[in-house]
């Protein structure tokens, strides 16, 4: 999700939501080498000889039906995803067998990882945590596909934003009315709809009558999870091509901190590599050349279990943080170009909250405050929600409670990043697995 803000001397805000190929390993063919078409012609040659005439049966051929073959982690019984997705997943990989992402061998002094027996036990031993992750990367790919086909200028950003969030929850089998059930699966956290110089964490309100222009440049940021395991991934959507280099830079920007990222790979070297691919694009926007800029501070996130940051940031800019990446962490790559300032503040109407997992343990006075807490406790624990969220639960005049409890520092609140108006913002984002014996991307499709 993005984001990790910092200032200018390189300090977290506390405001900032915190979210922000290379040997690849092919996937076995469906085929199997045994495969192969056989055309048994058999010729019948009857010759009768008679006066000074001779009579040849036409050879006859059979060729054999081959019957299909099932591909491996394809959806079972021929049934194919609805438009708009609302077929449960599960129906789809009854074997509970979901595509597994990008395959990534490590490289140098871990190259040893992929055949080390060890390593591959360990690896062996996750098959729950694989399992949740790549049934959550299988729905953000069929909901962003069936998004990208449909998003169109014209449409409000709420009408985006639900049509993203009824298919994820439709998808995962978690509509997330009842009690606790948000918290099996489903959104990982709201759907980001940023618009032009707003960079990230934009979801629209209750009432927001805000429509997609042909002109807008909009980052389209969301998550799923299940059981507490979240796969978040990102991209932009622009109508006009006058903003493509816009997103091949951020595009390449993030493919190169993937590429780049590993374990014991240091923070500082994933950002430095990152900013010397964006920074090499320009984009010529009304007859003038101007070069993208990383947007300093924002970075990507590391995340664990329920939390959409775990503490760790991926930089994307060189300097700064000699942190290493570790085995068996999960990291949000994410990046963020700019035709501005490349650098973001606090702007706009506040959308974005979540429960502090260290939250103080404060005597609550407003007693809407309170109510509030509890249903927050129980339907979100600490994954980020919107108000939308909350008025979906009935919810009803909560603001009152809602500010308290983020003045009592309970719950953090995270508005929209923004660089200087006028400017244009892109983002990517890919999630990756740095298992014990290769590199995951679990998010990566055939889109991005």
């Known amino acids: 999700m993005a984001i990790e803000a910092v200032d200018q001397n390189g300090a977290i805000k506390s405001g900032a939501l915190k979210a922000g190929i290379v040997n690849v390993k092919e996937n076995p063919s469906a085929k199997s080498n045994g495969d192969v078409d056989h055309d048994d012609s058999e010729d019948e040659k009857d010759e009768q000889e008679g006066i000074g005439e001779a009579v040849h049966d036409t050879a006859v051929k059979k060729k054999k039906k081959r019957k299909p073959r099932k591909k491996k982690g394809a959806a079972a019984g021929g049934k194919v995803q609805s438009s708009p997705p ?12 979901y595509p597994e992402g990008e395959i990534v061998e490590y490289r140098n002094e871990n190259s040893y990882r992929t055949t080390n027996e060890e390593k591959r036990h360990l690896d062996r031993m996750n098959s729950d945590f694989l399992t949740d992750y790549r049934h959550g990367a299988e729905v953000h790919r069929q909901v962003r596909q069936w998004a990208q086909k449909n ?6 950003l709420t009408e985006i934003a639900e049509g993203i969030e009824d298919s994820v929850r439709a998808l995962t089998g978690h509509p997330g009315l009842e009690e606790g059930d948000n918290l099996k699966g489903g959104m990982g956290f709201p759907t980001g709809l940023s618009l032009n110089h707003c960079a990230a964490h934009y979801t629209p309100n209750a009432g927001n009558k805000t429509v997609l222009q042909k002109e807008d440049v909009m980052k389209v940021d969301f998550g799923v999870h299940i059981n507490g395991r979240i796969v978040d991934s990102a991209w932009t959507m622009t109508f006009d091509p006058v903003y493509d280099n ?16 590993g374990i014991d790979v240091r923070m500082s070297d994933i950002g430095a590599a990152i900013q010397e691919a964006m920074e090499s694009y320009e984009v010529e926007i009304g007859g003038q050349a101007i070069p993208v800029k990383c947007i300093r501070n924002l970075n990507g ?8 940051h ?7 800019v060189k300097g700064g943080d000699q942190t290493k990446m570790e085995e068996g962490e999960t990291f949000a790559i994410e990046t963020f170009g700019s035709t501005g300032k490349g650098f973001v503040r606090d702007d706009m109407e506040t959308s974005h909250y979540a429960r502090k ?4 343990n404060v005597a609550l006075r407003v007693s809407s405050a309170r109510t509030l807490l ?10 980020p929600f919107c108000r939308r ?8 005049k909560y603001l009152l409670g809602l500010n308290n409890l983020v003045s009592s520092g309970i719950v953090e609140s995270y508005p929209p990043l923004c660089d200087v108006k006028g400017s244009y913002t892109a983002q990517f984002e890919h999630t990756i697995l740095l298992r014990p014996t290769v590199k995951e991307v679990i998010s990566r499709g055939d889109d991005y």
């Open 389 to 396: 969220y909350l008025d979906r639960l009935g919810h009803e």
């Open 246 to 261: 816009l997103l091949a830079a951020v595009k390449d920007g993030t493919n190169t901190g993937v590429r780049e990222a």
């Open 301 to 308: 996130h590391d995340i664990i279990p329920y939390s959409i």
């Open 310 to 316: 775990g503490g760790k940031s991926v930089p994307i």
């Open 86 to 97: 609302r077929v449960l997943l599960s129906n789809l990989f009854p074997d509970n067998q």
């Open 151 to 156: 998003i169109k200028p014209g449409q409000t």
């Open 374 to 383: 509890n249903s927050i406790t129980k339907n979100f624990g600490t994954l």
């Open 357 to 360: 997992a260290d939250a103080p």
